[in-house]
């Protein structure tokens, strides 16, 4: 039934979980993964005082989410399951969601599987939700897994 399962992950205890349940769809279905991370450049800090270029800071981001990347998809592969990554960016107002969706797409995912932090209230409002918005994005199935 899904082939083809997707998941971003970023390192947090929300999306590690997610990513457990991914392996277990996979290997229930016999279904190959595909990790994500989404370097956002819109969380980078313009005016940092001097301290580091531009240029550095992506070096930076993207060699972080080289490593987490790889951790993650060693733990699939431990896990006896078929993976592959993919190190996304966002392109100034592209939003993190977006480059999830398009990716699943391309792919083409049978299946999402996000974390989901589960932020209510005036914190949810700042801050919104990746999970949230690609669910309303998604023209395949989502499943969320609650980090709480």
């Keep these: ?9 970023d390192g947090s205890s929300t999306s590690n979980k997610a990513l457990d349940e991914a392996i277990q769809l996979a290997r229930q279905h016999k279904s190959k993964l595909r990790l994500v991370h989404v370097v956002d450049t819109a969380m980078i800090d313009l005016d940092n005082g001097g301290l580091l270029s531009m240029p ?44 999830i969706v398009e990716d699943a797409r391309k792919w083409p995912a049978d299946l999402i599987v996000l974390g989901t932090h589960g932020r209510r209230g005036f914190t949810h409002l700042l801050l ?4 949230e918005d690609v669910v309303r994005m998604a023209t395949m199935p989502v499943l969320l897994i609650r980090g709480k």
Excluded: C, F, P
Excluded at 2 to 8: D, H, W
């Design 1 to 9: 039934m899904y082939a083809k399962i997707l998941t971003a992950v």
């Design 128 to 131: 919104g939700s990746v999970a």
């Design 56 to 99: 550095e800071v992506m070096i930076a981001l993207r060699e972080s989410g080289n490593k987490l990347l790889k951790k993650s998809a060693d733990h699939v592969t431990q896990a006896g399951i078929g993976v592959e990554t993919a190190l996304l960016e966002t392109l100034g107002v592209t939003r993190v969601a977006s480059e």
